[in-house]
T-cell receptor, first 113, second 113 residues
Framework: EADIYQTPRYLVIGTGKKITLECSQT?????MYWYQQDPGMELHLIHY???????EKGDLSSESTVSRIRTEHFPLTLESARPSHTSQYLC????????????FGPGTRLTVL | AQSVAQPEDQVNVAEGNPLTVKCTYS??????LFWYVQYPNRGLQFLLK??????LVKGSYGFEAEFNKSQTSFHLKKPSALVSDSALYFC???????????FGKGTRLSVIA
């Protein structure tokens, strides 16, 4: 079944740690996105990619980096986590030749102590 | 620049009554408009979209939305609300589908039995 996966679902870590949030999709979509969702609900675009070896920063880069080596995989890395990074992170993908809507993963809830 | 406004943080409606969640947008050219729903601890689920054609679009779970170009609005509606409709609702816009989605701040819908 075509889907989009995120791991881990929940993560609690200490300040200064390096972490990678995983996102994979089995739909063959070229476009993928990372959003940060704060407790006030608002979504902020962090990074996006329009294909392999293509990455762009969004409105809120949040001191993170991404890579897109394979179509299906779009990991997000925080080099040094801070309490201000505590948030929900949502990954999404879309097919520009299809209906343009984005499909979202279940999210990773990150807490930095 | 693209933007979306959801003027109501919270909408309360009695079960069985019609519901409306408001959305207005600002984008030059042809907007692609979307509605998403988010349940607790989940990612966003696609509800419906307007790309072109009939101004009234129907989506999942009995929801519909009307594209009004003169008022730059895309309000979400349902004739008879269910308690299970209680969730967060996000409106989003893209310019011709070629740019990442810009999301509104979200509206929390509460349907009271």
């Amino acid at each position: 079944e075509a889907d989009i996966y995120q791991t881990p679902r929940y993560l609690v870590i200490g300040t200064g740690k390096k972490i990678t949030l995983e996102c994979s999709q089995t739909m063959g979509h070229d476009k993928m996105y990372w959003y940060q969702q704060d407790p006030g609900m608002e979504l902020h675009l962090i990074h996006y990619s329009y294909g392999v070896n293509s990455t762009e920063k969004g409105d809120l880069s949040s001191e993170s980096t991404v890579s897109r080596i394979r179509t299906e995989h779009f990991p997000l890395t925080l080099e040094s986590a801070r309490p201000s990074h505590t948030s929900q992170y949502l990954c999404a993908s879309s097919d520009p030749t299809g209906g343009f809507e984005q499909f979202f993963g279940p999210g990773t809830r990150l807490t930095v102590l | 620049a693209q933007s979306v406004a959801q003027p109501e943080d919270q909408v309360n409606v009695a079960e069985g009554n019609p519901l409306t969640v408001k959305c207005t947008y600002s984008v030059s050219g042809n907007p692609y408009l979307f509605w998403y729903v988010q349940y607790p601890n989940r990612g966003l689920q696609f509800l419906l979209k307007y790309i072109t054609g009939d101004n009234l679009v129907k989506g999942s779970y009995g929801f519909e939305a009307e594209f009004n170009k003169s008022q730059t609005s895309f309000h979400l509606k349902k004739p008879s609300a269910l308690v299970s409709d209680s969730a967060l609702y996000f409106c989003a816009v893209s310019w011709r589908g070629n740019t990442p989605l810009v999301f509104g701040k979200g509206t929390r819908l509460s349907v009271i039995a």
